[in-house]
Nanobody, 128 residues
Framework: QVQLVESGGDSVQAGGSLRLSCVASGYTYSSRCMGWFRQASGREREGVAAIEPGTGITYYADSVKGRFTISQDNAKNTLFLQMNSLKPEDTAMYYC?????????????????????WGQGTQVTVSA
């Protein structure tokens, strides 16, 4: 059974930075894909970033490209999301997610939003 626990969410001003962490347990690091998605109040779920643990291939939403970086520490079973130059529109609940079966690719310009497993989320609030 996969368990994912996020941390690192906070309230920051625009232009600031945060680093989200996700500690994984279970068989996640044989996962084919791990990623982050977010959901803001009244808005659809948005895939933010994803990584294939076996190859290190990464995927980013256009809205965060150049500002966010997804990475992993296999030894600690931890997934990270470094978020720089934060904007008010980045305000959302951020979820860590994993899929043991399928890779991350989900079409041109699209980052996965649907996974087999996800955590409880960590809130990021960016004020103007």
């Amino acid at each position: 059974q996969v368990q994912l626990v996020e941390s690192g969410g906070d309230s920051v001003q625009a232009g600031g930075s945060l680093r989200l962490s996700c500690v994984a347990s279970g068989y996640t690091y044989s996962s084919r894909c791990m990623g982050w998605f977010r959901q803001a109040s009244g808005r659809e779920r948005e895939g933010v970033a994803a990584i294939e643990p076996g190859t290190g291939i990464t995927y980013y939403a256009d809205s965060v490209k150049g500002r966010f970086t997804i990475s992993q520490d296999n030894a600690k079973n931890t997934l990270f999301l470094q978020m720089n130059s934060l904007k008010p529109e980045d305000t959302a609940m951020y979820y860590c997610a994993a899929d043991p079966y399928y890779g991350c690719y989900s079409g041109p310009g699209h980052v996965r939003t649907i996974y087999n497993y996800w955590g409880q989320g960590t809130q990021v609030t960016v004020s103007a």
